[in-house]
Structures are given as C-alpha cells and as structure tokens.
C-alpha cells in the first residue's frame, strides 16, 4: 500500500473491534533469552482503543500434546494507547507453557489470530493517585511498561518510581528503554533489583529480594504512594504483606494476577435434591439442553456435558467465555471482564453467570 496517497488519519478510521476483527503480526523481538514481544495491527485499516495496563485474550491453535484445537491464552498489552496504531505484548515461556511455546515457535509476521479484549482495570487511569510506586518481577513489569510508556508521552512530569525484581541482570525486560525514560522523565526514579549477578556481569545495583529497605532507597516516600504490583503470587503476596504489615493504606494497593483457575469439570445430577428445582440450560448452537444444579455456572454445565465454551482465566477477569444470553435471567458476578454495553447487548459470562432459572444461551 503507498501509504502517501491515501495516508489515514485517525479521525478517519474506526477503532479495532474485536467481535470483527482479527489480529495481524508484523513483528518479533527477542527481549532476553525466554521473553519475546508481538507486535500487531489490525486486520483492516484501524487503530486500537484501550488504557494501558489492559490485557487481551488471544486465541492460540494449539492444545495439550499438539492437539489442534484453539486455546485461550490472556496476556498484558505492554504497548501504549498513547501509540493506538499497534498493540504488542510481551511474553515469557515457561517450561510447562503451551499456547506460549507455540507463539515462540511458530506465530510469525503476516499471520493472523483471533483475540478479545482489551479489558482490565488495573491501570493509573482507573486509580489514579497524585505520585506512583510501580513494584514488579518478571513479565508483571508489562502493564507497568505500558503505563509508564502512556505518561511519558500525556504526562512525561509525572512522579513515578519503577522498581523491577529480576534473577539476573540478563533477565532484565525493557532494560535499555527503562534506562532512556528515566533520562527523559524528570520524576521517574528507577530501582532495578536482581537475585544475583554472575561474575561476568559487572553489575553494580541492588541484590537480593526485595523488602522494606530496599523499597526506603527508592521512595522514601512509598507509604504515601499509589501502588500497583504484578509478578508471581508469591511475589506479589510478600509485597502486599509488607505494605499491611507497615499500615499501608490498601485501598492505594492495586495488583494485577492471570492465575488461571482449575478446571472445573462437574458430574451434575439428572434430578434435584429434596426440595429443589433443576434450571436447564440450552445451548442453542450445539442443539442441547441439560439440567445445572443450583449454585452451578453456565459454563460447568457446559463442560460436564461436552459443550465447548472457550474460557482462560475462569473467574469473570478475562472475558473470554462471553456468551449471548438467548432467553431467561442469570446472576452474574464478574470481576470487570464485560463491558457495560455488552452487557446491555444480553452477553454474559459463563464462568460466573448462575442461571436464575431456565436459560438458553449461544454456544
């Protein structure tokens, strides 16, 4: 495309939807040796509408032992809505990952992928505070990259302190464009920490875990700060107990976890117990109707008869088991993975939508 003769403007274009839409990489970059960044745009001419710190759900086709058949993987965008023309996340592979090691292997510039989103509330914009301490450890630096990336470019006078746990200097993501920013960002303090530093490695930081002194060095201030922390549970537990354990005031403490929930896989019964009623749910598009117990999810009943709900994280976060509610009520508790509008449009999700009666849903 020359992109001189019919050079877009944003006002001219309509932002990515992803009901409609897929995604297009165009680009691959090695952060360290076990993380990498994906770069995408949308399928047709557009932009990406979101607030930095949000994740999307993408739909990789892989399975368990190769099985090819899709597999919904949520990531942090590490990108900044601030830069709306692409959006990238930056992913660590695990030893035991799946959809992670596929992308590594095989999701290359020019192929295309289903994705939904972006959600998520973990963000400045959602909790705003006068002056920020970001704390994280290995890929849970992503939403804090993106949010510092957005007020480097609406707000470079912003008083932030990053401060980032590594194991070793190498392990270190967005060294380099940290280092930049902080030269940049007259208020931007950054606390690099790693475990330990092989000798080769002229290191000269801090070592070791990170604890109420090093947090001291960095911002002697924190206890006055608005914090959000993303990592490992177990980080993320040890920094929340040190700040409770000091009185810090937690409604400042936001903190961002994937930990996806076990599946559930539920034997319900044919007929009620004592006293009470079955609800039966149908699943219009697969042409079958069972009976869910009480207390029981939409998406339970679907699993324990063989309906094929897509579903990642399992606890009303990530919005990926979105399903249009045909008929009948359901009372649903979600934690932010559903957008008011769809909701008026009659989805739900089925991870934590409990039919309140007889239901009929598209799936």
Partial sequence: MNMAAVYPHLDEMQPWNARLQLLECISVTPETADVMTFIFKPEKPGWFRYIPGQFVTLELPVGPNGVKEPTMRTYTLSSSPSRPFTVAVTVKAQKDSIGTRWMFDNLKPGMKIRALGPLGDFSYVKHPGQKYLFISAGSGITP??????????RAPSSDVVFINCSRTPADIIFRRELEDLARHMPKLTLG?????????????????????????????????????????????????????????????????????????????????????????????????????????????????????????????????????LVSGEVDMNHNGGILDDEIEEGYILACCSRPKGDVAVEA
């Fill in 192 to 324: 690099l920490i790693v475990e330990n530093s092989p000798r080769h490695d002229a290191w000269v930081g801090l070592q070791g875990m990170i604890d109420r002194a090093k947090i001291t060095m960095f911002a002697s201030d924190f206890m006055e700060r608005t914090v959000f922390c993303c990592g490992p549970e177990p980080f993320m537990t040890a920094v929340r107990g040190l700040l409770e354990g000091l009185d810090f005031d937690m409604k400042n403490y936001h903190q961002e976890s994937f930990a996806p929930a076990l599946p559930l896989i539920e034997e319900l019964p044919s007929t009620a117990a004592e006293g009470e009623v079955l609800a039966n749910v149908a699943f219009t598009m697969s042409g079958k109707e069972f009976p869910c117990q009480p207390g029981q999810t939409v998406l339970m009943t679907a699993r324990a008869n063989g309906v094929r709900i897509g579903a990642a994280c399992e606890s009303g976060l990530c919005g990926t088991c979105r399903v249009l």
């Fill in 144 to 153: 804090m990259m993106s949010m510092t990336r957005d007020l480097n470019d």
